[in-house]
């Protein structure tokens, strides 16, 4: 039991980064109709724009130029990274995507693949290919409730996850852009005639989901500190999964694909060898995606024509 | 004059919708256009509305403005030229609330959305029975209504209806036809209607424009076009 509750508080901090990742490829594709292939990249981006926010505010902080105490920088570093990671979002989806928006589709899913491969390159030609280590901003704490442990960082993540996740949530639900991006999911072509311009709409959306991915990388990097400038990869295509497992657009879907891929892929690897975990945990989602081909929350795909 | 097409052009790859039309609105009118399916009825509508691109050569003049400077959201929310689309094309998944507030995005002016609002409510009671109800679930005169009620919310002067009678009951037909006279009569705005069934109309436009194949060739009062021998047989069963 305490083994299986060790997991658990495991699970949940990996299915975090999933499920932040996710969101923002889910949003992408509900209201755009085109997968951000480029989205794993951005959270890497994210990741690293935070680690240049951290080590610069803590410079300011050496010299005496500013104080604050290490869970401040922690707060401002998210917010800051949040914002500015936002603006490579609002670029990608510019320069990548705005102009292939009537464009077949593969079109689209190739820019995004390119867009990735540049910001990886650029990456490496901007800081080499040394990996760089996040500033460590608060100190380790382990709690042992009763035989599980739980560190200070893990509930940070989880908390501060599932904070933007229900803030996504009433943003979509409660304010008018989020009411013009349910609607553009719904209906792309017909958005323009209530006074809605779909590049606004489309611009909110990945600046949306950057944010997110760039929260999801701080996160991580608190928790992983080691950075390189490939960790977008397999964090975007497990994120990908997530979205597909959610259904199309749905913010609960995502979120709740996100943790159960966490958690899938912690509980195999308690069972099995770790070197099957891959393999046996995404046997378990290809046969889910078998039975329920437009995932948890997502409408049949036959059920309406989309351009 | 409030809007004038000429030379209006529309092509879809090497086929040709409309091949330079020319027809004008003035302030307060209704008109409509008749035509049978494929003849580019509702592509005169999406020209107008920036929908689809027009081929050089087209001029689209309204209230002395060159329409063909304006995107499509700006053609609603700068000029107050309304769309009501063929097929309704409601956001099945937002409430009847939503898709009339969602009409309202680019409107800063607050006072005037709420007296708008009411005053939709106040020609199409039904909605406002309906209003937290998912659009989806609404019955298809519901839908009509809804419709016209979101292009009346978008801050129409021009009121632009693609087939509004489509897939409606006859008494169905009627009440939503009255809806649009009160609302061009009560509430200063113009109609420009583009329909199938011809009869209905010219009966509820003052004047009205016969589009065949991508041509306009025939233009009249709606009693003349009533009265007009080919229009008769062609349009109207004889």
């Known amino acids: 039991m305490i083994f299986f509750l060790q997991n658990l508080v495991n699970a949940l901090q990996w299915g975090s980064f999933y499920a932040l990742i996710a969101l923002g490829y889910s949003m992408v594709y509900g209201i755009l109709m085109l997968f951000n292939f480029a989205h794993g990249d951005i959270f890497m981006v994210g990741a690293y724009i935070g680690f240049g926010v951290a080590t610069g505010l803590l410079a300011l902080v050496s010299t005496g130029m500013i104080t604050a105490p290490n869970w401040m920088i922690l707060v401002l570093t ?194 099995f060898p770790s070197t099957l975990r891959d393999l046996i945990a995404y046997s378990i989602i290809l046969l889910i995606l078998v039975f329920r081909p437009h995932g948890f929350f997502g409408e049949p795909y036959s059920a309406r024509l989309r351009l | ?99 009339l507030q969602l009409a309202t995005f680019a409107r800063k002016d607050r006072d005037k959305i709420q007296a708008d609002l009411k005053r939709v409510f106040e020609i199409f009671p039904r909605l406002d029975e309906r209003r937290e109800q998912k659009s989806g679930t609404l019955s298809g005169g519901e839908q009509q209504m809804l419709a016209i009620g979101r292009a009346f919310m978008s801050g129409r002067k021009i009121m632009l209806l693609d087939e509004p009678s489509m897939g409606l009951a006859p008494l169905l037909m009627l009440n939503v036809f009255e809806a649009l006279k009160e609302i061009n009569r009560e509430d200063a705005t113009t109609i420009l209607l583009v329909e199938q069934n011809a009869r209905l109309a010219l009966q509820f436009a003052r004047r009205g424009y016969v589009l065949e194949s991508g041509n306009l060739v025939l233009e009249g009062s709606s009693n003349e076009l009533l009265e007009n021998p080919e229009v008769k047989k062609a349009y109207l069963g004889g």
């Open chain 1, 78 to 271: 998210i917010l800051f990274s949040m914002i500015l990671t936002s603006f490579v979002g609002m670029i990608v989806e510019r320069v990548g995507y705005r102009p292939l928006r009537d464009a077949p589709r593969a079109s689209a899913a190739i820019t995004g693949l390119m867009i990735g491969i540049i910001l990886e390159t650029g990456n490496l030609i901007l800081l080499g290919a040394r990996r760089v280590s996040f500033p460590a901003l608060i100190q380790t704490e382990t709690y042992n409730l009763g035989g599980v442990y739980i560190t200070n960082k893990k509930i940070m993540i989880v908390v501060v996850s599932l904070a933007l996740m229900l803030a996504l949530h009433q943003f979509v639900q409660r304010t008018k852009w989020g009411m013009a991006m349910r609607a553009m999911a719904y209906d792309y072509t017909v958005v323009p005639l209530m006074g809605v311009s779909i590049n606004t709409i489309a611009r909110l959306t990945f600046a949306i989901g950057s944010a997110l991915a760039a929260a999801a990388g701080i996160l991580f990097g608190v928790a992983y500190p080691v950075l390189d400038p490939y960790m977008g990869i397999v964090f975007g295509w497990k994120a990908f999964v997530a979205a597909i497992l959610g259904g199309r657009g749905s913010v609960l879907g995502a979120t709740l694909a996100g943790f159960l891929l966490g958690f899938i892929e912690i509980f195999v690897a308690m069972i």
């Open chain 2, 1 to 99: 004059m409030l809007l004038s097409v000429e030379n209006l052009s529309v092509s879809y790859g090497k086929i040709r919708a409309l091949q330079g039309i020319n027809f004008n609105i003035d302030e307060g009118e209704i008109v409509s256009i008749i035509g049978a399916n494929g003849a580019g009825k509702s592509t005169t509508l999406r020209a107008i509305s920036r929908m689809v691109p027009v081929e050089p050569g087209t001029k689209m003049i309204y209230q002395d403005q060159d329409l063909l400077t304006y995107t499509a959201d700006k053609v609603v929310s700068r000029l107050g030229i309304s769309h009501v689309p063929e097929g309704r094309r409601l956001f099945g998944n937002l409430t009847v609330m939503e898709n």
